[in-house]
T-cell receptor
Framework: NAGVTQTPKFQVLKTGQSMTLQCAQDMNHEYMSWYRQDPGMGLRLIHYSVGAGITDQGEVPNGYNVSRSTTEDFPLRLLSAAPSQTSVYFC?????????????FGQGTRLTVV | AQSVTQLGSHVSVSEGALVLLRCNYSSSVPPYLFWYVQYPNQGLQLLLKYTTGATLVKGINGFEAEFKKSETSFHLTKPSAHMSDAAEYFCAVSAQAAGNKLTFGGGTRVLVKP
């Protein structure tokens, strides 16, 4: 049971480059989300999705784009990387409803923009 | 709108001593509260959650937390610290029972001294 899988684990980008962070889950969860983790700030929600074809913005969406064509996958795109996007990115998934609520997190992608 | 405040970004405890991590929240709706733990270079793992019912919640690894509505608090405790408890701990709140769209506190890093 793989859970939530993120790739790559590490990435270095130059300012202005674009890239896609991959996230896949095998638990048939409807809800998927992306967070960024910065020291002293906890995790902040970037974008989320309640199902295939449906996405919405979180707290810090600027500079990021998402789409959800399947239940399993929820990629995060950086359109033009900036040093302020240096962070650790986590993907999470969960059921929309249920008696045992829990978000499952991936291992994270550590991104450095130089 | 929701927010979470964790008092103390770093806590140092001796092995065998009480661990107490403080969390206060604000929420305009009945909150669903969570504690997550993050070990070095890993994703987040659920420790425990409060959704409805009993206000004293027991989690994994001997941790427990008490929901106090009058104090808007959800402090995490463990009677006796173990070296393996060294990690970063995050308190989070959600307006949704499924634990989606989490708002996190800034995190508390726990150091356990032998």
């Amino acid at each position: 049971n793989a859970g939530v899988t993120q790739t790559p684990k590490f990435q270095v980008l130059k300012t202005g480059q674009s890239m896609t962070l991959q996230c896949a889950q095998d638990m048939n969860h409807e809800y998927m989300s992306w967070y960024r983790q910065d020291p002293g700030m906890g995790l902040r929600l970037i974008h989320y999705s309640v199902g295939a074809g449906i996405t919405d913005q979180g707290e810090v969406p600027n500079g990021y784009n998402v789409s959800r064509s399947t239940t399993e996958d929820f990629p995060l795109r950086l359109l033009s990387a900036a040093p302020s996007q240096t962070s650790v990115y986590f993907c999470a998934s969960s059921y929309l409803t249920g008696a045992s609520p829990q978000a499952f997190f991936g291992q994270g992608t550590r991104l450095t923009v130089v | 709108a929701q927010s979470v405040t964790q008092l103390g970004s770093h806590v140092s405890v001796s092995e065998g001593a009480l661990v107490l991590l403080r969390c206060n929240y604000s929420s305009s709706v009945p909150p669903y509260l969570f504690w997550y733990v993050q070990y070095p270079n890993q994703g987040l793992q659920l420790l425990l959650k409060y959704t409805t019912g009993a206000t004293l919640v027991k989690g994994i690894n001997g941790f427990e937390a008490e929901f106090k509505k009058s104090e808007t608090s959800f402090h995490l405790t463990k009677p006796s610290a173990h070296m393996s408890d060294a990690a970063e701990y995050f308190c989070a709140v959600s307006a949704q029972a499924a634990g989606n769209k989490l708002t996190f506190g800034g995190g508390t890093r726990v150091l356990v001294k032998p």
